[in-house]
């Protein structure tokens, strides 16, 4: 089956610099990339997804990248604010399957 | 008019009791789903229904039972409740595998 890491567990950056967290998946098969944040006390919500035939996708101050063949993608955040503070999960799946979600990176945005 | 609702929010209750926790969705989705999140923050999939229809099980204790009347609603029941089962509960919706999820704001289950 599908396995999603993600790296780091925790980030720290100043506000206003960039954030960038990183995923790999196992199934060559899987071709849909989303990004979920969690906020405090509250459920995971869609900020940004990727489908396998595109390589990247830019919303705003957010973007994904996806590299298939090497079987990563990330998240990039830029300038960063503090409400950007939250659990940020990727996740992968394939045509008809269950989305698996990587362990979640704790961003921290220093004022 | 919130999209995803579950009740209740928090949940507190002894070991071996029976509990449940309720779900509804308003976004006309045909896909219900339930997640535990541990302590940890990892999200795991428990059940996925399809109208109602049960699709994914992913070898949960038969202690949890979901249940869906309809399918804008999908209810979770526990019984014999054990430590173990301390987490949070997200019910989710969507239209259907490989398509985004709608989470609710989840129940957090403290078993004592």
């Known amino acids: 089956g599908e396995n999603v890491e993600q790296h780091p567990s925790t980030l720290s950056v100043q506000e206003g610099d960039s954030a960038v967290i990183k995923c790999t998946y196992s199934?060559?098969?899987?071709?849909?990339f989303p990004w979920y944040k969690q906020e405090l006390g509250k459920g995971p919500q869609l900020i940004i997804d990727i489908r396998s035939n595109v390589g990247e996708k830019k919303d705003q101050r957010i973007a994904v990248t996806l590299n298939k063949t090497a079987k990563h993608f990330s998240l990039h955040i830029t300038e960063t604010q503090p409400e950007d503070s939250a659990v940020y999960f990727c996740a992968a799946s394939r045509t008809g399957d269950k989305i698996i979600f990587g362990k979640g990176t704790r961003l921290h945005i220093l004022p | 008019d919130t999209a995803v609702s579950q009740t209740p929010k928090y949940l507190v209750t002894q070991m071996g009791n029976d509990k449940s926790i309720k779900c509804e969705q308003n976004?006309?989705?045909?896909?219900m789903y339930w997640y535990k999140q541990d302590s940890k923050k990892f999200l795991k999939i428990m059940f996925s229904?399809?109208?109602?229809?049960?699709?994914i099980n992913e070898t949960v204790p038969n202690r949890f039972s979901p249940k869906s009347p309809d399918k804008a609603h999908l209810n979770l029941h526990i019984n014999s409740l054990e430590l173990g089962d301390s987490a949070v509960y997200f019910c989710?919706?969507?239209?259907?595998?490989?398509?985004?999820?709608?989470f609710g704001n989840g129940t957090r289950l403290t078993v004592t």
């Open positions: 989710a919706s969507g239209t259907g595998p490989n398509s985004p999820l709608h």
């Open positions: 229904y399809n109208n109602k229809e049960l699709i």
């Open positions: 199934d060559s098969a899987s071709n849909y």
């Open positions: 976004l006309g989705h045909d896909t």
